[in-house]
Each structure stands twice: as C-alpha cells, then as structure tokens.
C-alpha cells in the first residue's frame, strides 16, 4: 500500500483513503475487477513489474492492433488513435515500446498529408463558445492596439526620463 501511494505522489495523483484502496485490490485479488489505466500503471511502478508480468495486459487484443495502424482518415480517427497510442505506453505495452519506426508509416503520412482531400470540419459541440474568423480579427487587432500603446508609454516613459537625468546632471 505504501509504495502504491509513493508511487501515486510521484505522477501527482492522490490515492483514496485506505480502506477504499483495500476494497479494490480485494475486488482484483478475488478476480472481481481488474486495474484500470490509472491503477495499472502504478502498480507496475509500485512493484517494478511490466504489465505483463502482472497479467494486466487483459486490453492486449486491443493493443496488437496499434502495431498495424494506418494514417487515420479524420480528425476524429487520430484522436482516437493518439489515446489509444497513450494508453498502451501508459501500460508498457512492450511491443508497442520495442517496435521500430516503420519507414513506408513515414511515406505514407507525408503523402496522404499532402494529396488527401480537406478533412471534414471535427463534429460539432454539443455546449461551449465557438470561435470565428470575427474573433480571431478583433483578437489581432486588440493586441496590435495594446502594441503600439505600450511602445507610445516606452517613449514617454524614457523620455522622462532621460529629462530627468540631465535635469539631475545639470
């Protein structure tokens, strides 16, 4: 327990109180439950394990795949991709962390980057502020504005100054 909490400390989080913690490595022990992706990889810490030899690669169907990707078709498609990307080294998917860069992965990336249609705007929020080519303007503008008054004062400001000084010298 004590080396799971240290564990936790040096990624940031904070674990539960402990008897919650005893609950949940009951449930895993019983085979009830398994760790998830925040336990998983502090486990692994914790005993300084892979995934593996813990038997926490329950997702490795799911991470196999990530070997075979291809460039992804939409903005939506990458990032998925990119979590899935992230969840597997979270977990020290080793074959995911020994694989070689795959140089026909680089070509293709760079030509489909190239030649590919736009991509499809990303699917729509269903709440927050959207922000248009009005707001980026004005944004432009404010800051030019500020700028300029900044650089108006910086003249001002060291000509007083230097007023000042020959005023002091004379």
Known sequence: MRELRHAAARRGHQLPADASVKRRIA???NGHSVPDDFYGPLLCEAYELRAA???LNHDSGRDASLLDVSYPASPDDAIEAVSQL???????YEPLL???PSEPAWSEASLRWLVAPEPAIP???RNGIRVGLGDVAAIKTTT???AELEG???DQVTAGFMQRVLRVGS
Not at 86 to 92: F, G, K, S, V, Y
């Open 98 to 100: 020994q694989a070689e």
């Open 152 to 154: 108006l004062l910086r």
């Open 123 to 125: 699917r729509q929020r």
């Open 86 to 92: 992230w969840r597997a080294d979270l977990n020290r």
């Open 53 to 55: 030899e813990l038997a």
């Open 144 to 146: 030019d504005m500020f």
């Open 27 to 29: 449930s895993w022990e």
